[in-house]
């Protein structure tokens, strides 16, 4: 290998503490491929691992990268390909995987880019390669769309446990990158009128701009009172829940119909306790359903969407900052005035 690819800068935690570090190149066993990380987006999760709240898999920072394969050591994937790559895969063999819950899967959360999307190079291992963790971008779509492919897997994956009908009246709870996703991809589904809330104007304001139909701020109104009133006083027939907080929970249970669906997306922090009577759930024949993460088929399908343009995801990103810059990003993700931040290299 050529000498100045000997080393790579990467973000890293250490101690409790982000770093960028210089590390060594990975080394590839055979199957394992190597990409150029292009663009990367910074979640919610990221900062969540950053500041130690986040514990459901490992403090591995950056799963929504795309970039270009630098070195390869399967036929199929040639230096130069433009590809997106997903950090969990699950085996697809075991007994959840079977029995249609490949997310439980005792691998799935084991996998993972090394050292993370967040580095100028990562290692796809074998194990993801073999099972379809690796998609070619076409030429129409840009690696910044690309870095969306896993965010909107994920909701795509929900929307299918959840089942938007057509003409369904969606109430999103929590309008960051997230819920903003959802309510394109509820439009995607058919949806009706969709409602939106949360705790943040900026946000608020920017619901608008992805075809929200009502977008209220909970500072302001009374949420439940409003989606009662929107909804001839029945309530909405699907509410996703995109924030992990106990009163967004709490509101979204409040603002649905009898015998409607609940969508639980937004990861509430570990110990989290809902003052809530479960006997209403049962009065009023109200469906939770919860969904957590992505799998192969869910992001094939996210790709074709964004490659089709039934949804432009871009209208999400606020900032953009090269990797040398990441705590600054860090630093504006968490301020509140951001939707979507994206790292490139």
């Not at 929504?64 to 790559?85: C, H, M, N, Y």
Request: neutral net charge; contains cysteine.
């Amino acid at each position: 290998m050529v000498e100045e690819f000997s080393h790579m800068k990467s973000v890293v935690i250490e101690n409790g503490k982000v770093a960028i570090r210089e590390l060594p190149l990975p080394k590839l066993q055979q199957g394992d491929v190597l990409v150029k990380m292009k663009a990367c987006g910074l979640c919610g999760t990221d900062i969540e691992k950053i500041c130690g709240q986040y514990t459901a898999s490992q403090p591995i920072l950056g799963h929504e990268p795309a970039g270009i394969i630098q070195e390869s050591t399967v036929d199929w994937l040639k230096p130069g390909d433009r590809v997106f790559a997903h950090h969990h895969v699950p085996c697809y063999e075991c007994y959840y995987c079977k029995k249609g819950s490949p997310t439980m899967c005792p691998y799935y959360r084991k996998t993972n880019l090394d050292p993370g999307g967040f580095s100028e190079y990562f290692r796809v291992p074998a194990w993801n390669v073999v099972r379809g963790g690796i998609l070619k971008l076409s030429d129409n779509v840009s690696f910044e769309e690309g870095a969306f492919i896993e965010p909107l897997a994920t909701v795509i994956r929900a929307q299918r446990r959840v089942m938007i009908n057509k003409d369904d009246i969606v109430f999103i709870v929590g309008v960051g990158p997230m819920g903003l996703l959802h309510a394109m991809m509820a439009k995607v589904n058919n949806a009706g009128v969709v409602i939106a809330s949360d705790v943040s104007e900026f946000r608020v304001e920017f619901g608008y701009k992805v075809g929200i139909d009502y977008s209220l701020n909970v500072k302001k109104v009374s949420v439940v009172d409003e989606v009662k009133k929107l909804t001839d006083g029945r309530g909405a027939d699907v509410t996703i829940i995109a924030s992990g907080s106990p009163s967004a929970i709490i509101s979204g249970l409040n603002a649905t119909r009898k015998g409607g669906r609940v969508l639980l997306f937004g990861v509430p922090y570990k110990g989290t306790i809902l003052n809530y009577d479960i006997s209403d759930l049962l009065n009023n024949e109200i469906s939770i359903i919860p969904s957590n993460a992505a799998v192969e088929e869910d992001t094939k399908e996210a790709l074709s969407i964004i490659a089709n343009k039934k949804i432009d995801v871009t209208k999400l990103i606020t900032h953009r900052f090269p990797l040398d810059e990441f705590n600054e990003a860090v630093r504006v993700a968490k301020e509140g005035n951001a939707i979507k931040v994206i790292i490139y290299s």
